[in-house]
């Protein structure tokens, strides 16, 4: 595996990449987007401002968006769900793995028709659910048109103290498949999220402000008797 030093050595020695991000004005909000071509494959480094924060009204004290891109990473290869793999470098700094893959937005637009399966839609839901994610759009979500599956990408946007926003990808599910929204999903990344206790969440999401790990914890726990696409989106908009 291999560890930050390794990464930073592979960055000055790469080649830095064109990385087009006109078509995406938000991406601008963060200081620094870079892409290297390394022996080892392909790096992104983000490094996030002070104004990225400032703006999302992110609570710096108890988690950079840096830190919370990465804790959410961290919980997701707990659970067993695939993301591409990452490293905090620093509070502000993180680099993951590029994947050769579209976003939401240019496969919808440019590449096809997405097909989605109700098992792993149902996953990435539960995922972006207790990570409590607002900004689950189409360009934060790559799809992999060999699988047909969905793979989340910038999660920095999570552990806040309120419920998340309605991901793109559950609301064209919504959509499209309501014939399979009541399915019983037999998944094992769930078995695995609900074996997980509070003790162990914290060791792996390290925020520090009670209230937003507070918030963390109880949406996990709101969680437990889910067992359906149906069931997630329920949850999304329930008033309680």
């Known amino acids: ?40 494959g392909k790096f992104f480094l983000k490094r996030v401002s002070e104004r990225n924060h400032e703006e999302c009204q992110v609570d710096v004290e108890s988690g950079t968006l840096a830190e919370r891109e990465f804790w959410a990473c961290g919980f997701a290869k707990a659970i067993g769900l695939f993301v591409p793999p ?8 993180t680099v993951q793995v590029w994947l050769e893959c579209p976003d939401g937005k240019s496969f919808k637009k440019s590449t096809g028709k997405m097909e989605f399966f109700a098992k792993n839609v149902f996953e990435c839901a539960v995922f972006d659910w207790v990570t409590g994610q607002i900004d689950r759009h189409d360009a934060n979500y790559l799809y992999d048109y060999t699988k047909k599956l969905i793979i989340p990408v910038d999660s920095a ?84």
């Open 86 to 93: 990452m490293w905090l470098i620093d509070k502000m700094t």
């Open 1 to 40: 595996m291999l560890t930050n030093s390794d990464i930073e050595v592979l960055i000055q020695e790469g080649i830095r990449l064109p990385f087009a991000i006109e078509n995406y004005p938000s991406r601008g909000q963060t200081a620094v987007q870079e892409l290297y071509q390394t022996n080892q």
């Open 157 to 240: 946007h999570g552990f806040l103290r309120y419920e998340g926003a309605l991901p793109d990808y559950l609301h064209l599910f919504e959509v499209g498949e309501s014939g399979k929204l009541n399915r019983k999903i037999i998944s094992e990344i769930k078995m695995k999220l609900d074996k997980i206790s509070d003790a162990e969440f914290k060791d792996i999401v390290q925020l520090r402000g009670d209230d937003e790990l507070n918030a963390a914890l109880l949406r996990k726990k709101r969680l437990f008797q889910v067992k359906s696409v149906k069931d997630v989106l329920n949850l999304y908009r329930s008033k309680k």
